[in-house]
């Protein structure tokens, strides 16, 4: 979400939509069945909504109006540099915080660009002192968010970007981005790494995560990947490239590299989902498998209509997924932190998404109190 610099008629315009989106989860909400009284005790209820992308004045004073009080801030800095110093740090959280939010999170300089627009493309394309250096201004980066007292930095790891193949229409003719992968180019190698095996991807990942965690654990800071979107197969590369972080399997092996509870997922439902045949029925064992291990550290509560290698994205209340169900199952395994909304469909009328964002605030928001009554 951009600066939203709004006119008094557009604020009360998406606070209304948020108002539509609790009405509608909590329409959801009658449908799905709180779970039985005879099941364990739930853990104490810690979830709350989040918000991503931006931290500018407009965007705090709006999401402070609709009761987000939790952010992820926008991206600092591309490099090393006086915003990722702990001066520059503290004053961004003191920012966040003059508007009664709390800044729980902040990206690093390693987006989900291609890496043609990597920030640190020498983390990806190099093995020389080139990628050392890169990585040691990362780990700096992770030594003063301790300092500055921010809890979380969130990251990406890939080559490809974000893949997706066109737009289609969705509900009132909401422009929704999707990807069909009989229409995608998945050759030739079309990127600046080249061919790249998954033997090579998973070195280059491992010798990255054996110096930052270290650091991540020592300064008590945790570091949240997100996964390598979407879904892609695994027998056959993309564009030259085995997405090794495009499966759910390789996002097993990711967090099992070390015991370390600084290390983690930015856990994309939606994400997750594109790299299922039946995400409905799959995702909650997914939930619970990472949730078990304590590796779930956010959450991007986005849904899909469709699965593995042909989705369209949407609200999240007219996807494939019982969104509810879902996040009983987050409250069954004891998450604690932000959900929130990622993507959102794009609506010609609402050039800056913040009616769109607003819908999902007011969705999330619903769906956490009907859980909440849970026993």
């Known amino acids: 979400m951009n600066d939203l610099s709004m006119k008094r008629s557009e604020f009360l315009s998406s606070a209304g939509i948020a108002a539509l989106g609790l009405l509608g989860a909590k329409a959801v909400s009658a449908q799905t069945p709180a779970p039985s009284n005879t099941s364990a005790p739930l853990a104490p209820f810690k979830m709350y909504v989040g918000?991503?992308?931006?931290?500018?004045?407009?965007?705090?004073?709006?999401?402070?109006?609709?009761?987000?009080?939790?952010?992820c801030s926008g991206l600092p800095a591309r490099r090393m540099g006086e915003e990722w110093s702990v001066d520059g740090l503290g004053?961004?959280?003191?920012?966040?915080?003059?508007?009664?939010?709390?800044?729980?999170a902040v990206p690093l300089p390693m987006s989900s660009s291609p890496v043609a627009q990597a920030e640190y493309p020498e983390i990806f394309l190099d093995k020389s002192t080139a990628r050392d250096k890169a990585i040691d201004e990362i780990c700096q980066m992770i030594r003063n968010a301790g300092k500055a007292g921010i809890p979380l930095l969130k990251y990406n790891f890939t080559y490809l970007g974000v893949v997706r193949t066109g737009k289609a229409y969705g509900r009132g003719g909401a422009q929704d981005p999707n990807f069909i992968y009989s229409r995608a180019k998945p050759h030739p190698a079309m990127t600046q790494a080249g061919d790249m095996s998954a033997e090579e991807n998973w070195a280059r990942i491992e010798y990255f995560l054996s110096r930052v965690i270290p650091v991540a654990t020592e300064c008590k800071v945790k570091l949240a990947l997100h996964p390598n979107d979407p879904g892609l197969p695994q027998d056959r590369p993309y564009q030259g490239i085995y997405a090794v972080l495009s499966s759910v399997e390789g996002l097993k092996r990711f967090v099992n590299t070390?015991?370390?509870?600084?290390?983690?997922?930015?856990?994309?439902?939606?994400?997750?989902?594109?790299?299922?045949?039946?995400?409905?029925?799959?995702i909650g064992d997914i939930i619970r498998y990472f949730?078990?291990?304590?590796?779930?550290?956010?959450?991007?509560?986005?849904?899909?209509?469709?699965?593995?290698?042909?989705?369209?994205?949407?609200?999240?209340?007219?996807g494939?997924?019982?969104?509810?169900?879902?996040?009983?199952?987050?409250?069954?395994?004891?998450?604690?932190?932000?959900?929130?909304?990622?993507?959102?469909?794009?609506?010609?009328?609402?050039?800056q998404r913040a009616r769109a964002f607003s819908f999902c605030f007011g969705y999330i928001q619903a769906l956490l109190q009907v859980i909440k009554q849970d026993v």
């Open 258 to 282: 070390s015991p370390s509870p600084y290390h983690g997922l930015n856990f994309c439902q939606g994400t997750i989902c594109e790299m299922l045949k039946n995400p409905n029925q799959e």
């Open 291 to 318: 949730g078990s291990l304590g590796k779930i550290f956010n959450v991007h509560f986005r849904n899909i209509k469709g699965g593995f290698l042909n989705f369209q994205e949407c609200f999240p209340d007219e």
């Open 320 to 351: 494939d997924v019982d969104m509810v169900a879902a996040l009983r199952v987050y409250r069954e395994i004891g998450y604690s932190g932000m959900i929130m909304p990622d993507h959102v469909p794009s609506i010609e009328s609402d050039t």
């Open 91 to 104: 004053r961004l959280r003191k920012h966040v915080e003059s508007f009664g939010i709390t800044l729980d």
């Open 51 to 71: 918000h991503q992308h931006d931290h500018s004045s407009g965007t705090l004073t709006l999401l402070s109006a609709l009761g987000v009080k939790n952010i």
